[in-house]
């Protein structure tokens, strides 16, 4: 697919402005619910089955979908699917702020985990077929990560300063910026010129592949809570199953949702590996650290949160620093660090003792801020660059996925692992400590495949992936 490109440096800006907003405002709505939930718990009396289904419905919507919404926005234009993703993302929640009844406020966190499962990778399509490929497109690339990415650090943050103000305003603030949004793509994304012309959705692999990855959720759910209609066995049968399916679903149908063949190059596989490695690991500390904060320390949320803060320092490290790494060595000698340092960190919050000086967890959050900061945008580049044109939906859709699954099995292995330790260790530090365990064998897996990768590309001569620093078209990427 392509489209026309903004000649001016200004209009450049102005639209990826308005694109990392989008993704911003999506991390940023998930980390403000999580930290408002307590808050919705209290003034609508919920319980903690109906509490469960408000988190995984918008964690089963966004993750089985993804793939639909990105072969979507390739069949039907990436502007326009983006557009009604965004107004449809800002109504449902709006009209989840005004909810009272807490089966409209699950409605809504389903319909809106859907809505985002069309916008991202849209979003990503869209900078990928607008930039062209070059130094240009992965500035942009590189940039859209790290705001997206920072957009959860932030969030944390925004969201205990709204929950004093009534938990209704962590989705009335997101509804008003959405609206403000919404008005600038309007104005900003070129229309879609030419597409997949006489290309269609092939509807029964989008609604197998979607069953595949909700069963996979829901098992992943199930065994992290311990809880669910059917046991995580149950799940992983009818995944299995309906994978299978899509598969031979892909072999027969004239138009498959998914080429095959677009994953094979050599940069893919490994990317989503270690988007995957990233996000388990993250979201595996990320309940560790929190409930080590909280129940351990007794900071409160907002607390909890500010002092995450510093994981937002890849928003302003990615677009300066990122570009000239990958500009001097490459793309994958950068992932790799990134990764090694998301590694580093785990491993540096296992001698805490429980003492609850912030310059204890510094050094470690740092590091994972520089994990971030050098492995986001860098993968995100190595899974999309080879993809064609008129794929790129559905390859952005599918490196997404990946690390919505990897957050799944973070925080299942972190909690697997917590509950086995607690019964012999007891609650407390040491069964935290076990549970570490799982971002750390994350962390190592992914920065395994991501240094063979490197090492074997660094054995075959071939160009490498630059960005220049100085360049015009640098300061309006």
């Known amino acids: 697919m392509s489209r026309p490109i903004p000649s001016a440096p200004l209009a450049r800006a102005a639209l990826l402005a308005v694109l990392c907003g989008a993704a911003f405002l999506e991390g940023m709505d998930v980390a403000m619910f999580n930290v408002a939930l307590p808050s919705i718990r209290a003034d609508l009396g919920l319980t903690t089955p109906q509490v469960q289904w408000i988190v995984s419905g918008y964690v089963v919507s966004y993750g089985a979908l993804m793939l639909v919404g990105g072969r979507v926005?390739?069949?039907?234009?990436?502007?326009?699917?983006?557009?009604?993703?965004?107004?449809?993302?800002?109504a449902f929640s709006l009209v989840g702020g005004l909810a009272d009844d807490v089966w409209i406020?699950?409605?809504?966190?389903?319909?809106t985990g859907a809505c985002a499962a069309f916008l991202m990778p849209a979003g990503l399509a869209i900078i990928n077929t607008t930039y062209p490929a070059g130094h240009v497109r992965d500035r942009a690339v590189l940039i859209y990560a790290g705001i997206g990415a920072a957009g959860f650090s932030i969030g944390l943050v925004a969201g205990g300063f709204l929950s004093?103000?009534?938990?209704?305003?962590?989705?009335?603030?997101?509804?008003?910026?959405?609206?403000?949004?919404?008005?600038?793509?309007?104005?900003l994304v070129p229309r879609d010129v030419t597409g997949r012309r006489g290309s269609r959705v092939d509807y029964p692999g989008a609604v197998l592949i979607a069953a595949a990855v909700a069963f996979a959720m829901l098992g992943i759910e199930s065994l992290a809570h311990h809880a669910g209609p059917f046991p995580p066995v149950a799940w992983t049968v009818a995944a299995v199953t309906a994978f299978l399916l899509f598969?031979?679903?892909?072999?027969?149908?004239?138009?498959?949702?998914?080429?095959?063949s677009v994953l094979s190059q050599s940069a893919a596989v490994p990317a989503v590996i270690g988007a995957a490695s990233l996000a388990a690991g993250f979201a595996g500390f990320q309940l560790v650290f929190v409930f080590y904060l909280q129940e351990s320390l007794?900071?409160?949320?907002?607390?909890?949160?500010?002092g995450m803060l510093v994981l937002?320092?890849?928003?302003?490290?990615?677009?300066?620093?990122?570009?000239?790494?990958?500009?001097?060595?490459?793309v994958w000698p950068v992932a790799t660090t990134g990764l090694g340092f998301a590694l580093i960190s785990y491993t540096l919050f296992l001698p805490l003792d429980g003492a609850d000086?912030?310059?204890?967890?510094?050094?470690?959050?740092?590091?994972?801020?520089?994990?971030?900061?050098?492995?986001?945008?860098?993968?995100?580049?190595?899974?999309?660059?080879?993809?064609?044109?008129?794929?790129?939906?559905?390859?952005?859709?599918?490196?997404?996925?990946?690390?919505?699954?990897?957050?799944?099995?973070?925080i299942a292995g972190a909690s697997v692992l917590y509950s086995i330790a607690a019964e012999t260790l007891g609650d407390g530090l040491p069964a935290l400590k076990v549970a570490l365990i799982a971002s750390i064998v994350a962390a190592a897996l992914g920065f395994g495949s991501a240094l063979a990768t490197t090492i074997r590309r660094r054995s075959r001569p071939g160009p490498a992936v630059s960005v220049p620093a100085t360049s015009p078209i640098d300061r309006s990427a």
Request: proline residues 5%; positive net charge; glycine residues 10%.
């Open 73 to 90: 926005a390739d069949a039907y234009g990436h502007r326009r699917v983006f557009l009604v993703g965004l107004a449809a993302f800002t």
């Open 105 to 111: 406020l699950i409605a809504m966190r389903v319909l």
């Open 164 to 187: 004093l103000l009534g938990w209704r305003w962590v989705f009335l603030f997101p509804a008003g910026v959405g609206v403000l949004l919404f008005a600038g793509a309007s104005a």
């Open 247 to 260: 598969i031979a679903r892909l072999r027969r149908a004239a138009e498959p949702l998914l080429s095959l």
């Open 298 to 306: 007794g900071w409160s949320a907002l607390h909890s949160a500010l």
């Open 312 to 330: 937002a320092m890849d928003a302003i490290l990615a677009p300066l620093v990122t570009p000239l790494l990958v500009r001097r060595f490459g």
């Open 357 to 410: 000086h912030y310059l204890h967890f510094l050094p470690g959050l740092v590091a994972l801020g520089l994990a971030f900061t050098f492995a986001y945008g860098p993968l995100t580049i190595a899974a999309t660059e080879r993809a064609p044109r008129e794929d790129q939906g559905v390859v952005s859709a599918v490196l997404y996925t990946c690390f919505q699954f990897g957050a799944a099995l973070g």
